[in-house]
């Protein structure tokens, strides 16, 4: 079923839910949880509308304090609920089923149980997006239960997610790497993804190929690219790749790909010094220096530090892995400043320079790499938007305003760039002690992600500063 926005809907809904916004932006949590039940007894398919009944239900569960015992108590006490929910789900009545799950989420919104029985109704009444709102909203709170990882990595793939999909199986392997099943979704997954990247749609539908490999005329070639799809599993894969890559090598030594793949390979097994001497053979090779190979370099280098701080983690030497991460902090910084000088044009670099320049408080020189960085389309509206909080961080709260404005007027839909620019605008006029114009960014945020920082909290706090409680 198609999903209806706010919008869209009648007169009478908006009104309704205007009220359990009102509602829930003074703190009364059960009649906001009403009012937005009320809508979508209405009209079932605002998504917008569910997340905001989810946010305020789980609110009020974690304002209780219960705790564990609590997930108990209501899996007891809800079972009368849970069991109609059941019912209605064997009984294919899938919108009845999503109603009383409602019901059965009312009492605990975080109950794994509950969500399962929901997510399961959702998918009956043909709105698989119902279901993967309330998982991932779920996902925040256990961001390590399997199940629901596993759940939602299939709900994924049923919208053609891909990539989303892919994320979940991988920490589903993490968490259980003997799991065959996740390993299998996981490979399937990367695929999938495979297969969307290099435009084999076609390939994908065929019912004579039948197999990933026979996608692929060169049955080498896809036997290579499948280990690949288990590498970062399977150590033995990955020496297969490694093998390969080193033949690749000796047939075309010219050829600057297969040395970097080589080192990928390399660093996927921590054979991180085999890694960059590799890569150094490719510069050698090519006689001049490469930007895409310097990256993969610092990448490389990056991760060997992030390992060994892991290391002397594990063995408990907490002060060295401090100091640890302290020189890949100054390897970094050092790296991406000499990086800049050698490839003075690459605005990609300046960007990334201009954040590390804003990360050690060099608000002025930030500045001066966002200024060029904002040329570049990918990254002008995030360029625009550290320069405001360059600008913030100075002092200069008008130029700072002008900047995250200018940024604003570049990002049309509500993403995560826009939510963190509403959210700058509204702490500068908070600061500025314009409460009335601090609360309007606040609301651009709150009515669309409820549970973004502290923006709920903001809201509630400036609404009873304007009416001077």
């Known amino acids: 079923m198609s999903e209806m926005s706010l919008e869209q809907a009648p007169q009478k809904i908006r009104d309704t839910f205007n009220k359990g916004l009102g509602a829930l932006e003074r703190g009364s949590i059960d009649l906001a949880i009403e009012m937005f039940l009320s809508c979508l007894d209405m009209e079932p398919n605002l998504l ?14 974690k304002a209780s304090k219960k705790g564990l015992l609590s997930h108990v108590l209501s899996t007891i006490a809800g079972f009368p609920i849970y069991t109609k929910t059941i019912l209605a789900i064997r009984g294919g009545k899938g919108d009845q089923a999503v109603r009383i799950g409602e019901d059965l989420l009312k009492k605990d919104p975080l109950n794994i149980k509950f969500i399962l029985a929901f997510c399961r109704a959702a998918i009956l009444a043909k709105r698989p997006e119902v279901a993967i709102q309330t998982l991932e909203m779920a996902r925040d709170s256990f961001p390590s239960n399997v199940r629901l990882l596993g759940e939602l990595g299939r709900l994924y793939l049923q919208l053609n997610r891909i990539g989303d999909a892919r994320e979940c199986f991988e920490l589903v392997v993490n968490l259980k790497p003997n799991d065959g099943a996740a390993l299998k979704a996981l490979k399937d997954s990367m695929a999938l993804e495979s297969m969307a990247k290099y435009g084999w749609d076609e390939a994908a539908g065929s019912k004579e190929e039948g197999s990933f490999r026979k996608m692929r005329k060169d049955t080498k070639e896809a036997g290579v690219l499948e280990a690949e799809s288990k590498a970062v599993r399977t150590t033995r894969d990955t020496e297969a790749l490694i093998e390969e890559s080193l033949a690749k090598i000796e047939r075309e030594p010219d050829n600057i790909n297969y040395y970097r793949s080589l080192a990928n390979f390399y660093a ?202």
């Open 48 to 61: 917008d509308v569910r997340k905001f009944l989810r946010a305020a239900e789980i609110k009020k569960f």
């Open 268 to 469: 996927t097994l921590k054979r991180y010094d085999e890694a960059i001497a590799t890569l150094k053979k490719a510069q050698e090779v090519r006689g001049a220096m490469d930007p895409e190979v310097d990256a993969t370099l610092t990448t490389i280098k990056l991760d060997q530090f992030d390992d060994e701080a892991a290391q002397l983690d594990a063995a408990g030497d907490s002060t060295g892995a401090e100091a640890k991460r302290l020189e890949r902090s100054n390897f970094y910084f050092d790296n991406i400043q000499d990086r800049v000088h050698r490839y003075p044009n690459d605005l990609h670099l300046r960007y990334e320079f201009g954040v590390a320049l804003f990360d050690n408080d060099y608000f002025t020189e930030a500045i001066q790499q966002f200024q060029l960085s904002q040329r570049n389309p990918r990254h002008r509206s995030r360029s625009l938007y550290y320069m405001g909080l360059c600008f913030k961080a100075k002092g200069q709260h008008d130029l700072a305003i002008q900047q995250l404005a200018n940024a604003m007027s570049e990002v049309l839909s509500m993403d995560a760039t826009k939510k963190d620019i509403c959210y700058q605008l509204g702490i500068l006029h908070e600061e500025l002690n314009k409460p009335a114009e601090a609360v309007e960014y606040f609301k651009q945020i709150y009515q669309v992600d409820i549970v973004y920082k502290d923006v709920a909290q903001k809201v509630e706090q400036l609404y009873a500063k304007i009416r001077g409680e």
